[in-house]
């Protein structure tokens, strides 16, 4: 293990310094948990002292307030912004932060931005962000002139400008957003002493704001930082985790990808603020706007000094005058040459947009010439990615403010798109008509291409491009929510490779690299595209896999399907530079649905059944429920062993009698019955629940009917049995096939027989499932003359009011309450009260399970029509019968 690398971030101290470094240091040391190659350290630095700290080299990383990070980033040469701060405020994330204009609440005569033209307004610091550039580039744009008000300043910290204003030193104040709160919260003010002007109602936004929002702190690397220490630094802190004691202790929520900060720079080129004091006095916008008069001007007043230096000596003094004002002229318009050939590309359209003028930066970005765009429209840039509606809100921005920013894609001359930075602002003369729009646009491509290098980190593991532990996190959060929605299991499987740390020795650690990234995509091409595999450090890989289906044994048996697949790939040999490896796997499975764990529950669970299956000989799976693991194994056996039963005539009907009150035969029950070769007589109970979730149970049903048709078609030849009735089973799998009551009236056609001599025996719970479309194919079966009973009654919740409704012809009083009501007066109530019901609706009620004399004489004193069970005849093969 190599030492780390000590790195420090420099952090703004807007406060004392012990406070930010208390803040801090914790986050800081949470940090460095996770970082295998640097070490952090955190130093506050008040303003200035930041400012030669970065000059000495003396951090490596930077977090500072937005403007601060503008003019750092142009004097010094910090990174792009990598990230950007979350704060936290109660709990809520905080994205961005505005400023705050504020006055005392008697005072009645200041309402709106335009009464603070001519009043004295306090600010902590004309350089502040939040404290003064926000606020005085709201007035700005309300058109409040800077020069119309005069600014005081109180020192930092904010509070200190509230005081201002409430002790009257002030007529109105400016802060950032947060110390109104923050000084109500501690008792400090009253709210009802102060009043918000222009205040802005942003929904999610919980703080009393007058402008609008710009992104929070950046945080950005120095030059000298390597950027792999950079790149784990960045995807340490984006992958903060907001509910860890320690962050919210420090109101801090976490990182967000690097928020746009094109804002702040147009204010502070606005404001003429450090660093565009400078060029900002000769912005391209400034000369526009009066190059042309003063350029006629000095025209003309060069003719005018010629004429007179010429013919009048006594004008000599008004002559120099007049030269020096030309002197500016000259250096204004040289200044704006300059400013126009920056390396943003710029170009001005006339009121019919018709491009005018390019500057060279346009020329090299876009591919084209002067001669082929001049005259044409900046469609020529027009990418073809933007609906016109994009494009029509553009315009209808700078129709309503004057400009607009934003990015867009342009296309170059050879076709090929590229992402931009595009401001576009309406040029206008001295009576506030537009002459011109004037657009300067960057290429932000590397931009766009550091922002998805970043999200890689965030959330890709570096070494094998498999999703890292946040993004599985993320998707198994997600997952919680979509099987609840479509009701179907997932399920986690933890994947160790056996002895890996070994091999790993031995082979030496590249080696072990490229091992774990065929591993990798091994791994990826043994599931579905929507599966998440992910590799949690070292040796360890887990999967989600989602949509197993609604039944919890049809999900075990999947994901041991999978499972298995799994093992078969891993256990491929590696061939790395001539050498075959041979590894296998252990997995553990944990099943889940719904909201019923916690992420980290459900790993641990996994986790824990991976070690059992390590325990248990390595290169083994195993479930977290050990019923699942026994159920899935003999499930799985039974389900091959199924698939051939019906092709190896293993099964046969059985016949169960049915007699009616005076002992006459009625008919019988059809009962399945499986002769496996080897396990012998497996009984329906074991087998069709298998059946039914593999979906095996639509041949076998199938095969059940045809051989009841057979049998009932043969009674037709005996006069004694013609008028016995068969019931069989219908398993609701089987009835919820869409072409169920076509093919069942197709396959009773063949034989002719009355159709009343069939009855089909439906569970409550079948009922129950999708009441609707139930009842509409019971109806279309009933009106083909097929008769219903509804089989173990009394177990289910069938409501009175939609039994009413059913072609039934039969309630089927289930075993248990007939077995116990000899003894359990609770049971021969309900017998009592079923066979009651059955009156009223008219239906027959027939006893199953009847075992003795006494229940079948109880049971017809309580006036039970039929009666089914071991008294009367076991389920038997039909010679027997
Ligand atoms: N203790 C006791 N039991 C008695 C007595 N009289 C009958 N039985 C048993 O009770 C079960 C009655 O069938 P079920 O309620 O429809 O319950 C059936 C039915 O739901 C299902 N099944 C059987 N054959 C088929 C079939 O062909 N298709 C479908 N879908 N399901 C079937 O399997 C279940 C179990 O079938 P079996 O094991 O044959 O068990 C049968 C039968 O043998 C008695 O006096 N005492």
Not at 80 to 97: D, E, M, Q, V, W
Not at 239 to 264: C, K, M, Q, W
Not at 450 to 471: C, K, M, V, W
Not at 824 to 831: G, L, Q, S
Request: aromatic share 10%.
């Amino acid at each position: 293990n190599l030492a780390k690398k000590n790195l420090t971030i420099g952090i703004l101290a807007f406060e004392p310094k012990h406070l930010i470094k208390a803040n801090w240091q914790p986050i800081i040391e949470h940090v460095n948990q996770y970082l295998t190659h640097v070490s952090l350290q955190v130093e506050p630095y008040y303003y200035d002292e930041l400012y030669s700290a970065v000059a000495r080299r003396e951090v490596d990383f930077v977090l500072t307030n937005s403007a601060y990070y503008i003019e750092l980033a142009h004097s010094q040469g910090l990174s792009s912004p990598l990230a950007s701060l979350i704060t936290s405020y109660k709990n809520t994330p905080l994205r961005g932060f505005g400023g705050v204009i504020f006055t005392q609440a008697e005072r009645t005569n200041i309402q709106g931005l335009s009464d603070l033209k001519g009043k004295r307004i306090a600010t902590p610091k004309l350089g502040s962000v939040g404290g003064y550039m926000m606020q005085a580039y709201e007035m700005l744009q309300a058109g409040v002139e800077l020069d119309s008000y005069k600014v005081i300043e109180t020192g930092l910290p904010h509070e200190k400008t509230v005081w201002a204003v409430l002790q009257g030193e002030a007529e109105a104040g400016f802060v950032r957003t947060g110390v109104l709160e923050s000084m109500l919260e501690r008792g400090l003010i009253q709210a009802d002493a102060i009043r918000i002007i222009n205040q802005q109602e942003l929904t999610d936004f919980p703080l009393a704001l007058s402008t609008r929002l710009y992104p929070e702190w950046p945080l950005a690397a120095m030059a000298h930082v390597n950027t792999a220490h950079a790149g784990q630094v960045v995807g340490v802190f984006l992958t903060l985790d907001h509910n860890t004691s320690i962050l919210r202790e420090a109101n801090v929520y976490g990182f967000s990808v690097p928020a746009d900060y094109e804002p702040i720079r147009e204010l502070m080129r606005t404001l003429k603020a450090k660093p565009y004091n400078i060029e900002a006095a000769i912005t391209w916008r400034d000369i526009w706007r009066t190059h042309r008069e003063e350029s006629i001007l000095a025209m003309t007043a060069i003719l005018v000094i010629l004429a007179l230096s010429l013919l009048l000596v006594a004008y000599t003094r008004r002559l120099s005058k007049t030269l020096e004002q030309l002197k500016d002229n000259e250096e204004d318009l040289r200044i704006s040459a300059v400013a126009f050939d920056t390396l943003e590309a710029i170009f001005i359209t006339d009121l019919n947009e018709r491009i005018i003028r390019v500057n060279n930066a346009f020329k090299q970005l876009t591919g084209y010439d002067d001669k082929e765009v001049l005259g044409q429209t900046p469609r020529i840039l027009s990418s073809g990615m933007h609906d016109a509606d994009f494009y029509r809100q553009i315009w209808r921005e700078i129709k309503t403010f004057g400009g607009w920013t934003g990015e867009l894609w342009n296309k170059r001359k050879s076709g090929e798109r590229f992402p931009v930075q595009q401001a576009i602002t309406a040029v206008k003369d001295v009576r506030g008509q537009t002459t011109h729009y004037l657009s300067t646009f960057s290429d932000i491509t590397v931009r766009k291409l550091s922002e998805e290098q970043i999200h890689q980190l965030a959330f890709y593991d570096p070494l094998t491009g498999l999703a890292n532990r946040r993004l599985l996190e993320d998707h198994i959060v997600q997952a919680f929510s979509s099987s609840a929605r479509n009701k179907s299991y997932c399920a986690l499987l933890f994947i160790d490779l056996d002895h890996f740390k070994h091999l790993n020795d031995t082979m030496g650690h590249k080696q072990g690299d490229e091992l774990l990234k065929v591993v990798a995509q091994r791994l990826k091409e043994s599931v579905r595209d929507g599966d998440t595999v992910a590799r949690q450090g070292g040796d360890e890989f887990i999967i989600l896999l989602e949509d197993l289906g609604e039944f919890k044994h049809d999900a075990a048996i999947s994901a041991q399907t999978i499972s298995e697949k799994i093992l078969t790939a891993i256990s491929q040999p590696y061939l790395l530079t001539d050498t075959q490896y041979i590894l296998t796997a252990s997995i553990g499975i944990n099943l889940f649905i719904d909201h019923h764990e916690t992420v980290e529950e459900l790993m641990k669970r996994s986790d824990l059944a991976m070690y059992q299956a390590k325990a248990e000989g390595r290169d083994a799976i195993r479930f977290f429920d050990p019923s699942m693991q026994e159920a899935a194994a003999r499930r799985s056996e039974i389900e091959a062993d199924l698939r051939q039963a019906i092709e190896l005539e293993q099964f046969e009907l059985y016949y169960q009698p049915k007699v009616n009150r005076d002992g006459s035969l009625n008919g019988y029950e059809a009962l399945l019955r499986w002769h496996h070769p080897v396990k012998g007589m497996i009984p329906p109970l074991e087998f069709i629940p298998v059946a039914e979730e593999t979906g095996l149970i639509v041949p076998i049903g199938q095969w059940v009917f045809m051989q009841a048709c057979h049998t009932i078609k043969q009674w037709q030849q005996d006069s004694s049995k013609q008028q016995l009735i068969l019931a069989i089973n219908i398993s609701a799998r089987q009835f919820r096939q869409k072409s169920f009551v076509a093919e069942f009236i197709k396959g009773y056609m063949e034989f002719g027989f009355p159709a009343h001599l069939l009855e089909l025996e439906l569970t409550e719970s079948l009922l129950m499932d999708d009441v609707s479309a139930t009842v509409g194919k019971m109806k279309e079966l009933n009106q083909a003359g097929f008769l219903f009973a509804l089989d173990d009654f009394g177990t289910g919740f069938s409501s009175l009011s939609y039994l009413k409704n059913l072609p039934l012809n039969c309630l089927k009083i289930d075993q248990s309450f007939v077995h116990d009501m000899l003894e359990d007066p609770e049971d021969a109530a309900i017998v009592e009260t079923i066979i009651t019901l059955a009156k009223t609706l008219k239906l027959k009620v027939i006893a199953e399970g009847v075992e003795t004399q006494e229940q079948a004489i109880a049971l017809r004193e309580l006036g039970c029509d039929l009666m089914q069970g071991y008294y009367f005849g076991k389920p038997a093969p039909l010679p027997l019968a």
